[in-house]
């Protein structure tokens, strides 16, 4: 659901009793329109969102006391000016015996007969202090914690048949969306009984960091890939797709 500056500010009783009548409490909210975690808040209450509109529609760069306290915004937090709200569906465990949020890497190569080949590395468990992954511990170092490979089941044999079934998933994703390269994919994971998985796709990254913080490299890693390796594989492929 998108809420416009425009409609808030004519209505917002309206836009409320909206995201009530349609999106159960709690639910996330963010910018329409940007990523890296930037303003994306977990919204409890009408007054959180309240307080999440007014700064999202804020015409300068202060931030309004009293909401960013009720949100817990810290002075120097990203937390850019739009005019566009996205309301969604908070993702959760639901039913599920496990639930995680991972990230998995991939790398494309040509195969012998001219085509793309997707070569889907073991997904990384991300973890986060708060509510939402932040902006800090998905980029700095020392601020983020990942576990690679994804701790899906305790049992190595079980784990490793969960992890084939996301790595399928994730890699059908990127030929459908035809990335190219390398990119990787974030998404939440749901494990039922007799290990079947559902797979909740958050966003493709099709060109995404590679500060040391960023797990890509220890996901290459247990292809044998050094950091080196895996960016002249990147280089190589953009040179032969050149020349093609």
């Not at 002249?232 to 953009?238: A, C, E, S, T």
Request: aromatic share 10%.
């Amino acid at each position: 659901m998108l809420v416009t500056e425009d409609a808030w500010m004519k209505d917002k009783s309206g836009v409320l009793n909206t995201i009530k009548e349609n999106i159960k409490y709690p639910f996330i909210a963010k910018p329409v329109d940007d990523g890296c975690s930037s303003a994306v808040k977990k919204i409890k209450t009408a007054e959180e969102f309240d307080a999440f509109a007014t700064l999202i529609f804020r015409k300068n760069e202060f931030f309004d006391e009293a909401s960013a306290n009720l949100l817990h915004i810290k002075e120097k937090e990203e937390f850019p000016q739009k005019q566009v709200i996205l309301v969604e569906e908070l993702i959760s465990k639901r039913d599920a015996k496990h639930f995680l949020e991972i990230t998995g890497g991939m790398l494309t190569t040509y195969d012998a007969s001219g085509n793309v080949s997707y070569e889907v590395f073991e997904a990384s468990e991300a973890l986060s202090e708060g509510e939402v992954l932040s902006l800090e511990e998905k980029f700095l170092a020392g601020q983020g914690q990942n576990i690679t490979p994804a701790r899906y089941a305790v049992d190595s044999i079980e784990r490793q048949k969960i992890s084939d079934k996301v790595k399928q998933t994730l890699g059908a994703a990127a030929k459908v969306l035809l990335v190219n390269g390398y990119c990787r994919i974030d998404a939440f994971v749901r494990i039922y009984d007799a290990n079947r998985v559902e797979v909740i796709f958050i966003e493709v990254n099709s060109l995404p960091g590679m500060t040391p913080a960023t797990c890509i490299f220890h996901q290459t890693a247990i292809n044998g890939y050094k950091p080196y390796d895996f960016i002249d594989r990147i280089l190589d492929f953009g040179f032969k797709r050149e020349i093609e």
